[in-house]
T-cell receptor
Framework: NAGVTQTPKFQVLKTGQSMTLQCAQD?????MYWYRQDPGMGLRLIYY???????DKGEVPNGYNVSRLNKREFSLRLESAAPSQTSVYFC?????????????FGPGTRLTVL | GQSLEQPSEVTAVEGAIVQINCTYQ??????LSWYQQHDGGAPTFLSY????GLEETGRFSSFLSRSDSYGYLLLQELQMKDSASYFC???????????FGAGTRLFVKA
């Protein structure tokens, strides 16, 4: 059981470049999430997917798009990267959008936009 | 809207007990969660409270008072490896978004 995996682990982009962050989980979870974490701050929700085939905006969706490719995979795309998107990105999954809300996190992608 | 407040830093001695408080404002309420994050690592789930009272899991306990919109995480028999950031998180009934606090950095000294 790998849990939640993310690729790449590190990435440096130039302003205006695009890239896709990949996330996969092998726990048969229904719900998946993308967060960003800036230095000294908590996690802010970018987008989430309650179940396969659905996606919704979180707190900070501007500049990002997502795709729930299948039950296992949830990708995050930056169409035109900006320095303000320099952050650590975490993918997470949970069994369902239920009251216990236990989320399992991937190791993160450290993104720098120059 | 939703917001959470927790202290930015707490320092304690190895073997001691420490309490990390969290107050929240939310439209509706499902529950309060706690996560631990070591430097450079991913957040890991510690505990969850949906109802008032104390939940105990080994050296860690978490408390919730819904009427006071307040909870805390209690860490007993502190160990050096407990040095980490601790986040409270709340999900209100106004949507399926979990909101995280800014985190409390715990330093455990020998």
């Amino acid at each position: 059981n790998a849990g939640v995996t993310q690729t790449p682990k590190f990435q440096v982009l130039k302003t205006g470049q695009s890239m896709t962050l990949q996330c996969a989980q092998d726990m048969n979870h229904n719900s998946m999430y993308w967060y960003r974490q800036d230095p000294g701050m908590g996690l802010r929700l970018i987008y989430y997917s309650a179940s396969e085939g659905t996606t919704d905006k979180g707190e900070v969706p501007n500049g990002y798009n997502v795709s729930r490719l299948n039950k296992r995979e949830f990708s995050l795309r930056l169409e035109s990267a900006a320095p303000s998107q320099t952050s650590v990105y975490f993918c997470a999954s949970s069994e369902r959008l239920g009251s216990t809300d236990t989320q399992y996190f991937g190791p993160g992608t450290r993104l720098t936009v120059l | 809207g939703q917001s959470l407040e927790q202290p930015s830093e707490v320092t304690a001695v190895e073997g001691a007990i420490v309490q990390i408080n969290c107050t929240y404002q939310t439209s509706g309420f499902y529950g309060l969660s706690w996560y631990q994050q070591h430097d450079g690592g991913a957040p890991t789930f510690l505990s969850y409270n949906a109802l008032d009272g104390l939940e105990e899991t080994g050296r860690f306990s978490s408390f919730l008072s819904r009427s006071d919109s307040y909870g805390y995480l209690l860490l007993q028999e502190l160990q050096m490896k407990d040095s980490a950031s601790y986040f409270c998180a709340v999900r209100g009934t106004g949507g399926f978004k979990t909101i995280f606090g800014a985190g409390t950095r715990l330093f455990v000294k020998a």
